[in-house]
């Protein structure tokens, strides 16, 4: 079971720990249930500091969680996206390229989008990719 630890209760810490248990949920969807533990601090005006830690290892990077919660979201899944690289190669897959998708926000909310072809081709809000049933091995 993966888990998300808030460290700090500020709104905008809030907002980066669901962000960051919806990426959880869409990493269970493709790998399983993982023991990956998010850790969310607010630190102030440098950001919203988010440490993944999972298998030994250790990872971590930083969001300004500034917008609403979907603006908050494709944020934190582009900074999370960006330092799992090295141990999920070209995840989260965008289908029938084999290329990553990346996250980004669209009218209706957080999505991972195909870089090339964009919605056109594929989109899928943030924790439902690419199975919505994976949620309960997620908690916060």
Not at 3 to 13: E, G, H, I
Not at 53 to 66: I, W
Not at 80 to 108: F, I
Request: hydrophobic share 40%; net charge negative; with cysteine.
């Amino acid at each position: 079971m993966s888990l998300v630890d808030v460290r700090s209760w500020t709104p905008a810490a809030r907002s980066v720990a669901e962000a960051a248990r919806r990426f959880l949920i869409d990493v269970c969807a493709t790998h399983g249930a993982l023991p990956v533990t998010a850790i969310v601090a607010d630190h102030g005006d440098p950001g919203v500091q988010i440490r993944l830690r999972f298998g030994g290892g250790e990872v971590e990077g930083s969001v300004s969680a500034r917008g609403d919660d979907e603006d908050v979201c494709a944020e934190v899944a582009s900074c999370l996206q960006g330092v799992v690289a090295d141990h999920l190669l070209g995840w989260p897959e965008c289908p029938g390229h084999g290329h990553p998708a990346r996250s980004e926000r669209l009218a209706g909310g957080a999505v991972w989008l195909c870089p090339a072809e964009g919605e056109a081709r594929f989109a899928v809000p943030i924790g439902h990719y690419p199975h919505p049933d994976v949620a309960a091995n997620v908690a916060s």
